[in-house]
């Protein structure tokens, strides 16, 4: 923001232009008056050396009006070309860059500053009125509609000090401190000019007001932007389509928001898409998030959260790799006090088309929820659940998603779509299915089935555990999901660390397995996409109430240092679970032990393998290929199917778990190799 050109707006009777600008001449004066130009005082307008009269007419100047050079053309579709300049329009203390175009103003730009090659056209109204922040600061009721949970937005948020914002309020000092620094970058972008950066497009805009818009960014067709800032760069553009209608808001790089989508008090991340007459309001969008069609009602949508349907409501919850079936609902008024309920859907959790969950509700990682659910069930220490609701009841199948294809085929593409270009990124996402988040909740998973076994006998028939019933085979089977995922992560950890490494004898190998870092011991947390030990959060919390983090740059910052560590944390606590899983001391381990160790991992690696592999051949059964083959015979029908779906065997999916099946094994089969020697 141009600050000199702030206070000149202010003073326009005693504003004497700087560098690079100057008075116009008189013979440039009389050019634009022949041009139909009018001006309140021609003494503030100011031009650069070289400045072309020719391309500026029928125009209308008050305040202060700086005006570059015009000698640039714009190519658009269809083969049209624009020169540079200024034509139809009234500008009210307002710069414009050089090679810029400002053309067929319906109202007037008023207290704007416009970068250079910068092209708007048709417009209705931009303006800035009295002193504004763009946006920031702007406090968004996150989960509870009533107020309580709120999070003032900004352009450097991230989902993981959103995350503490919106849960930590047990801790009044910290969330005060945060409040503080928002409020000091609040104050630093309030001004009563505006800013439209350099190589951007609006075009048949109705009413741009109190709004800052960055290079690159595209704007054609919207209805309104109040109060807000479109945080485009030339890395990561932002694009802001037909009907659409935003208040209220902050739109990160890289976001899509067209085809009518209609928001008010938002934040909408980096690389997000909404678009398709999607609508949301006191809700919050973080990277790579894209909603279709539905609605939004103080959501929290960590990274990855995706509504493509029409009749889905999403309202009072927070979610993350989150995918909701057409028809998906929940419901926050439980009482008459009114919406004041939420509820949590951890990482990677899925809703089948027509489910209902009553909130308060807390349902586990990478858990499906099928079917309508009335009973607050909070299964978040049993993660890779169904939840599924059979007269009235809600049935728990603990594990069971650890071997779907779905759940693999999820953190496979998770990564491939990140389609942040911004090289500053503000989420720091951990892809991970296998975390010591996760795997403390299988730890904690199977000691709970354990304790419903041993009260309620080996033979009952069905076991209660939070409003939710767990039927004997499905606990059954529940306990050896979640011995088949320890022992797959543990087994992983450990190869790793011993990875590309010779030894001589047990002594060797124990000094290896010494971690690094006396960090990420006991519990872990995602932080809304960002998995990290809870000492690490506790201790930057801290940092912030105690005042020695003194800046938002200096979270973000923390947070990334977090994700770096990552590896070097997560070794630390697989560490500190060799004994507990094992009955192994670290200080004792010997070579035999390790191979020991290292086949379990094969054996539990290639058993969740082929029941993902046994999995994905049920999608090429029999009763798969109904509907195909119309008209024809079965013989018909096979090839129909084949020709849409391809065959089993070759099927890329397939292939590529017969293929980590094979290079699992021989990983396995290599280390045990390095070991064979010393036992």
């Not at 953190?411 to 090289?423: E, F, L, N, S, V």
């Not at 199977?446 to 767990?470: C, F, N, T």
């Not at 060797?508 to 011991?521: H, N």
Request: charged share 25%; net charge negative.
């Amino acid at each position: 923001m141009d600050c000199n050109f702030e206070s000149i707006c202010l003073k326009p009777e005693s504003a004497v232009p700087q560098a690079p600008y100057r008075f116009l001449t008189d013979e440039e004066t009389d050019f634009l008056k022949a041009n139909s130009c009018i001006a309140d005082d021609w003494r503030n307008v100011w031009v650069k050396d070289g400045f072309n009269p020719k391309r500026v007419f029928q125009c209308r100047f008050s305040g202060i009006v700086r005006l570059g050079n015009f000698e640039g053309r714009f190519s658009l579709p269809g083969g049209i070309e624009k020169k540079a300049g200024v034509r139809y329009a009234t500008l009210h203390n307002v710069s414009v860059g050089d090679n810029s175009c400002i053309e067929n103003i319906h109202n007037y730009i008023a207290n704007y500053e416009i970068g250079e090659n910068t092209y708007i056209k048709n417009v209705g109204l931009i303006y800035v009125e009295g002193r504004t922040s763009f946006g920031n600061g702007v406090e968004v009721c996150v989960l509870n509609e009533t107020g309580g949970r709120e999070v003032p937005i900004h352009e450097k948020l991230s989902a993981h000090e959103a995350y503490i914002m919106t849960l930590y309020r047990h801790r009044p000092d910290l969330i005060s401190s945060i409040a503080s620094l928002v409020d000091g970058w609040r104050c630093a972008r309030t001004s009563s000019v505006g800013h439209i950066g350099s190589d951007v497009m609006i075009l048949n805009v109705n009413t741009v007001k109190n709004v800052r818009i960055g290079d690159s960014a595209r704007v054609e067709g919207c209805d309104v932007l109040d109060n807000g800032t479109v945080d485009s760069n030339a890395s990561a553009p932002v694009f802001i389509g037909n009907s659409v209608s935003c208040r209220d808001f902050i739109i990160s790089s890289g976001a899509v928001v067209d085809d009518g989508a209609n928001l008010l008090k938002c934040f909408v991340g980096q690389a997000c898409h909404l678009g398709r007459g999607y609508s949301a309001s006191d809700s919050l969008f973080f990277s790579n998030c894209h909603g279709e069609n539905g609605e939004a009602c103080a959501i929290f949508a960590g990274p990855y959260t995706v509504t493509h349907h029409k009749s889905t409501l999403l309202i009072a919850g927070m979610f993350s790799f989150m995918n909701a079936g057409s028809g998906s609902n929940q419901s926050n008024h439980m009482y008459k006090l009114g919406p004041i309920h939420h509820g949590i859907l951890d990482r990677g959790s899925k809703t089948s088309s027509d489910s209902y969950i009553l909130f308060p509700a807390h349902v586990g990682p990478f858990s499906l929820v099928m079917g309508r659910h009335v009973a607050h069930a909070d299964t978040s220490d049993l993660p890779f659940s169904y939840l599924i609701e059979s007269k009235n009841t809600t049935y728990l199948m603990p594990g069971v998603n650890l071997k779907s294809v779905g759940t693999i085929r999820d953190a496979q593409k998770w990564p491939k779509r990140d389609k942040r270009t911004d090289p500053e990124k503000f989420d720091h996402i951990n892809f991970n299915l296998l975390s010591p988040y996760t795997i403390q909740k299988m730890f904690n998973g199977k000691h709970i089935l354990e304790e419903l076994q041993r009260v309620g006998g080996m033979s009952s028939d069905d076991y209660s555990y939070q409003s939710a019933k767990i039927r004997n085979s499905s606990l059954v089977k529940g306990l050896r999901y979640y011995d088949i995922g320890i022992r797959k992560f543990m087994g992983n950890s450990i190869i790793k660390r011993l990875e590309g490494m010779t030894f001589t004898d047990d002594s060797q190998i124990r000094e290896r397995l010494v971690p690094d870092t006396a960090v990420g011991s006991g519990q872990w947390v995602d932080l809304a996409g960002l998995i990290a030990p809870k000492s690490e959060v506790d201790r930057l919390m801290n940092d912030i109430e105690s005042g020695k983090v003194t800046s938002l740059e200096e979270i973000n910052a923390a947070f990334a240092d977090m994700a770096a560590n990552y590896y070097t944390y997560e070794w630390r606590w697989a560490y500190d679970r060799i004994e507990e899983f094992y009955g192994i001391a670290p200080s004792e381990i010997t070579a035999a032990h390790i191979c020991r160790i290292v086949r379990e991992w094969q054996d539990a690696v290639i058993s969740l393998d082929r029941m993902v592999y046994d999995d994905a051949r049920k999608e090429f059964s029999l009763s798969f290929m109904t509907a195909f083959g119309a008209d024809g015979t079965r013989e018909d029908q096979l090839q129909d199917f084949g020709q849409v779906r391809g065959d089993f065997d070759t099927n890329p999916f397939v292939t590529a778990v017969l293929d980590h099946i094979e290079k699992k094994r021989a990983l396995g089969d290599e280390l045990i190799s390095r070991l064979e020697n010393l036992i």
